[in-house]
């Protein structure tokens, strides 16, 4: 299964070197095919120089620049048009997160799971200096998401997540113009009958940069998403739900932190704890 690796960057210059290399070695060391597609989000630095100098050192290493207004959602959007592979992850320029988180977000993938989540907050998860006033917001967003949709699932807002190229067929249209994409393309998923399995997965702050996410302006447009796809949930009758995927919302599978990687690697079946699994 070839891996793409959609990064949107915006002015991320001193960070996107270290988070290419990074994802290159560890995907290349564990033989995954892949390719690592980055999305200039209108910068006003050096990010797309330093990127064509990786992409002269590795053809497996693309970048190209949104053709829509700033924006990370746009700019997720634009990498979702152009990726080649057979599964995409959606992964921050700054490096705060993991390669090896997204080595077994592919096995899962490989496992059979239509999309593989990963959660900072179950047990095997970490953050590192996670800023104060944004982890209790984030905490507040994520425990109202998981009660409306009842999916267990208690880091959706977090933008680093894996898909099979059928599931971004599906959720599409996708409307979300800023970080709110980070939440319409999951609960989509999750509501129109993929299968997932959920991961614990480490975090750490950037360390170069600044961040681009500004929670004052993200309130009102998170709400917005949310509402959006509870009211297709409730309202729509399942018309957009994909034609085979049984009644509720779609099936999930929890792993502990050994037993997410065990299943992965060795090609496990996890049964009836994995929920319903694609061909």
């Known amino acids: ?19 290419v290399s990074e994802i290159a070695k560890a995907l290349a060391d ?11 989000d209108a910068s006003g630095d050096r990010t797309a120089d330093v990127v064509a100098q990786l992409v002269e050192r590795d ?31 959606i992964v921050m320029a700054d490096g705060s997160d993991s390669p090896r988180d997204l080595v077994a977000y592919h096995r899962l993938l490989c496992a059979g799971y239509d999309c593989a989540f990963g959660s900072r907050f179950i047990p095997g998860g970490s953050t590192h200096d996670y800023p104060r006033l944004k982890l209790i917001a984030n905490r507040l967003v994520n425990t109202a998401i998981r009660l409306a949709f009842g999916h267990g699932y208690n880091d959706t807002t977090n933008a680093f997540k894996a898909y099979r190229r059928h599931v971004i067929d599906n959720v599409q249209p996708l409307i979300s113009h800023h970080f709110n994409l980070t939440v319409e ?6 509501v129109r009958g993929h299968s997932y399995a ?4 480490s975090w750490r702050n950037r360390a170069a940069g600044t961040s681009k996410l500004r929670l004052q302006e993200m309130g009102s447009r998170y ?9 297709e949930h409730h309202l729509s009758r399942g018309d957009y739900r994909r034609a085979d995927a049984p009644e509720g919302a779609g099936q ?7 037993d997410a990687r065990v299943h992965a690697e060795t090609g496990a079946r996890p049964g009836e704890q994995a ?3 694609s061909s």
Request: hydrophobic share 45%; with cysteine; glycine share 10%.
């Open 252 to 258: 999930g599978w929890r792993a502990g932190a050994p």
């Open 198 to 201: 959920i991961t614990p997965i």
């Open 275 to 277: 929920g319903r699994r």
């Open 223 to 231: 709400l917005f998403i949310v509402l959006y796809v509870f009211f």
């Open 185 to 190: 393309i999951p609960l989509k998923a999750v």
């Open 59 to 89: 053809e497996r290493v693309r970048c190209i620049r949104s053709p829509y207004r700033n924006g990370f959602g746009f700019a997720v959007r634009a990498g979702l048009e152009r990726y080649e592979g057979d599964a995409v992850a």
């Open 30 to 40: 564990e033989g995954i095919d892949y390719e690592i597609l980055v999305v200039d």
């Open 1 to 19: 299964m070839k891996l793409s690796v959609v990064i949107p960057a915006h002015d991320e210059e001193e960070s996107i070197a270290g988070t």
